[in-house]
């Protein structure tokens, strides 16, 4: 394809239209903020492989699916000329298509060589490894309880992966009704983004019926769920409110909200945009609490403070649970001719 120029407008943070007040209340207002959070290694990655694919071969490239679950991320793609897909029949044969961070089954893989796409894989190498888990303990016939949600993008690649061998455990109640065939090869996994807490429950009750049950060989949740988690639980203990920023598709968000509710915030809401807070949540409210998940880039907690901060949530204390310093290499077709870097660390 020949690479065509785009010039269409870069998507703006919306702007709230009046400031959130200043309403006094007993004592000194702040600000606890979650580290990490925001970006992670395989968000960071897949972000980068659609611009640098973007550089390289010119307007459009496709994605199938949201690169990653972010609103923001994706409509600053589409206006640097990204087309978003739902499936790979939707792109103009021969094309550029990148595999969103989340995954794909082989059955995906397969339909994008069947119409002679250019496939780039972003898959986070953190599903890839659950990937290749699946694909050894179905080879070995084991029974696959994979615990995750239905429909998720990243269960569908996973569960695509070893289909006669998977089945699907959405949560703790389903652990105590899933059947099985043979309880003395039974593996579980897991979907990355879960909530560690929920997903030991579901773990424990699935034990207390199958004794034999296999352990994953390494955490399949992974690391930038678990901190975010580990910081969010820490901030909550002192929050009367914690704002999470972060898409409603977005797995890993929607359980730190889940999560700074059970651990001491008095409430919780996630936003895509700072301009959804709304000034009645900030009512008798001292401390707040904020934090991101894994896909959303950090200009938008950045303007959150700053709506918080003529609010009188001026003062700012870092709640820092964890350092982080990992990053991927990108997929193997864009490797060499940009370095990696300047989109910040996966805090
Ligand atoms: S949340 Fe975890 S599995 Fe998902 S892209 Fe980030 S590092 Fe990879």
């Given at each position: ?72 991320v994706v409509r600053e793609l589409e206006a640097k000329?990204?087309?978003?897909v739902e499936e790979v029949d939707e792109v103009p ?119 034999e049950l296999q352990d994953p060989p390494s955490d ?128």
């Amino acid at each position: 394809m020949s690479a065509t120029a785009v010039s269409l407008p870069v998507p703006r943070i919306p702007v709230r239209r009046e400031p959130l007040r200043d309403v006094p209340v007993s004592g000194d207002k702040k600000v606890l903020l979650a580290a990490p959070r925001g970006y992670c290694a395989g968000v960071d990655r897949a972000v980068i492989t659609v611009e640098k694919a973007l550089d390289r071969y010119g307007a459009p490239v496709y994605v199938r699916k949201q690169i990653v679950h972010n609103i923001h991320v994706v409509r600053e793609l589409e206006a640097k000329g990204a087309i978003f897909v739902e499936e790979v029949d939707e792109v103009p044969e021969g094309a550029h298509v990148v595999f969103s961070a989340h995954g794909v089954s082989p059955m995906v893989v397969d339909s994008a060589a069947e119409r002679g796409l250019q496939a780039i894989d972003a898959t986070c190498p953190l599903v890839t490894k659950v990937h290749r888990e699946a694909v050894r303990f179905a080879r070995d016939d084991f029974q696959i309880l994979l615990v995750g949600h239905e429909g998720h993008e990243e269960v569908e690649g996973t569960a695509g992966e070893a289909p006669d061998n998977v089945t699907v455990v959405n949560n703790p109640e389903e652990a105590d009704t899933v059947e099985v065939d043979d309880p003395s090869k039974l593996v579980w996994l897991s979907q990355t983004t879960l909530s560690v807490d929920e997903t030991m429950e579901t773990v424990d009750r699935l034990r207390a019926r199958f004794p034999e049950l296999q352990d994953p060989p390494s955490d399949d949740i992974c690391y930038a769920t678990q901190n975010r988690q580990v910081a969010i639980k820490k901030v909550a203990e002192g929050a009367d409110l914690v704002i999470v920023v972060g898409s409603a598709n977005s797995s890993n968000s929607v359980r730190l909200v889940e999560v700074a509710l059970q651990y001491g915030a008095k409430a919780a809401y996630r936003i895509d945009y700072p301009d959804e807070v709304r000034q009645e949540w900030l009512e008798g409210v001292r401390t707040v609490g904020i934090t991101s998940g894994a896909s959303v880039p950090d200009v938008l907690v950045q303007q959150l403070m700053r709506e918080l901060a003529q609010a009188g949530y001026a003062e700012v204390e870092e709640v820092r649970t964890a350092e982080e310093d990992l990053m991927f290499s990108l997929p193997k077709e864009l490797r060499g001719d940009r370095p990696r870097g300047g989109r910040g660390s996966a805090s």
